[in-house]
T-cell receptor, first 115, second 116 residues
Framework: ETGVTQTPRHLVMGMTNKKSLKCEQH?????MYWYKQSAKKPLELMFV???????ENNSVPSRFSPECPNSSHLFLHLHTLQPEDSALYLC??????????????FGQGTRLTVV | DQQVKQNSPSLSVQEGRISILNCDYT??????FLWYKKYPAEGPTFLIS?????DKNEDGRFTVFLNKSAKHLSLHIVPSQPGGSAVYFC???????????????FGKGTKLSVKP
């Protein structure tokens, strides 16, 4: 039990499909994050939610649409993706965005392949 | 331009010896630094951290050193164990930007191989 659970673990989708990634955390945290890890690149922060409010959108294309219905759940809705969007998508949570010196806890990731 | 750099993509050490992983950063507003370990097909796992008010933090086999003037930190693992073969990521955050204390900027990682 990692505390942060992501589903599905693997996803293959066509460029015209619509799919959603789900993340759930059981740690009582109030901040949740989406990161993207592409080959040969560092983890890139995509979106940040603090207390269900989006506080950061790191210039992510609109074909990625996050949703945070409550502090425990985070979704990433995907539509009309491109093959270059194939990557490992990681969800993370932390206590909140205002507490100093806080670490983030990661889920196991969703390996996305766009064909 | 990368704000957190891990210039060694890979490192190989003998079991039982010391592993030293290095990380440099460019943003002087960073005040919290973390090391994560990642196995294939898993998410990163938090290892150890250090705030900018310290220059050393130790936790079991892991010690992190911070040199603020050089904007450099290092992770020492003693002794290295075969189960420690993984990718190690350095990350940094800043408390100066309101509400963003948890936003982590990562390096590209260093793949550590521990040989028996």
């Amino acid at each position: 039990e990692t505390g942060v659970t992501q589903t599905p673990r693997h996803l293959v989708m066509g460029m015209t499909n619509k799919k959603s990634l789900k993340c759930e955390q059981h740690l009582g945290h109030n901040a949740m994050y989406w990161y993207k890890q592409s080959a040969k690149k560092p983890l890139e922060l995509m979106f940040v939610y603090n207390f269900k409010e989006q506080t950061e959108n790191n210039s992510v294309p609109s074909r990625f649409s996050p949703e945070c219905p409550n502090s425990s759940h985070l979704f990433l809705h995907l539509h009309t993706l491109q093959p270059e969007d194939s990557a490992l998508y990681l969800c993370a949570s932390s206590q909140d965005g205002f507490t100093r010196y806080t670490e983030a806890f990661f889920g196991q990731g969703t390996r996305l392949t766009v064909v | 331009d990368q704000q957190v750099k891990q210039n060694s993509p890979s490192l190989s050490v003998q079991e039982g010896r010391i592993s030293i992983l290095n990380c440099d950063y460019t943003n002087s507003m960073f005040d919290y630094f973390l090391w994560y370990k990642k196995y294939p097909a898993e998410g990163p796992t938090f290892l150890i951290s250090i705030s900018s008010i310290k220059d050393k933090n130790e936790d079991g086999r892991f010690t992190v050193f911070l040199n603020k003037s050089a904007k450099h930190l290092s992770l020492h693992i003693v002794p290295s164990q075969p189960g420690g073969s993984a990718v190690y990521f350095c990350a940094a955050s800043s408390s100066y930007y309101g509400g963003s204390q948890g936003n982590l900027i990562f390096g590209k990682g260093t793949k550590l191989s521990v040989k028996p």
